[in-house]
């Protein structure tokens, strides 16, 4: 399976050069059906982040978030972003996470199939 700009681009921001570390992608589908729920991606985050911390190591450990909210990739609309509601989106997390389990991933696809950056 090959990396996506996702991956990629943010290497290339920190090291130009090359990247001189070891990486370990964790891609989550945005692309094939079923697409897992956001309460789904949480949990995957809650499992890596330990197994991170029960491993036995002394190595240094970067966990690097890429992706986005309601960015439009393509189309009339390529780079819009509806930043009201990215910012509803991510107070949700914190005051109403069970509001933010509605989303899908897909850069964000609410259930009823309208795009978050259309709404």
Same mark, same amino acid.
């Given at each position: %399976?090959?990396?996506?700009?996702? @991956? ?34 949480? #949990?995957?985050?809650? #499992?890596?982040?330990? #197994? ?27 780079? @819009?972003?509806?930043? #009201? @509601?990215?910012?509803? @989106? %991510? ?29």
């Amino acid at each position: %399976m090959l990396v996506d700009h996702a @991956f990629a681009l943010p290497l290339k921001l920190f090291w130009p050069e090359g990247c001189p570390v070891t990486t370990v992608p964790v891609i989550i589908n945005t692309v094939q059906f079923p697409l897992p729920s956001a309460k789904r991606c949480v #949990a995957l985050g809650r #499992a890596v982040g330990e #197994a991170i911390a029960a491993w036995d190591s002394d190595k240094r450990v970067v966990v690097i978030g890429t992706g986005g909210l309601s960015h439009q990739l393509d189309g009339e609309r390529a780079g @819009f972003i509806n930043k #009201a @509601f990215d910012l509803k @989106f %991510m107070q949700s997390l914190v005051d109403d996470p069970e509001w933010a389990t509605q989303f899908s991933i897909h850069e964000l696809v609410e259930k009823t199939g309208t795009r978050a950056s259309n709404s």
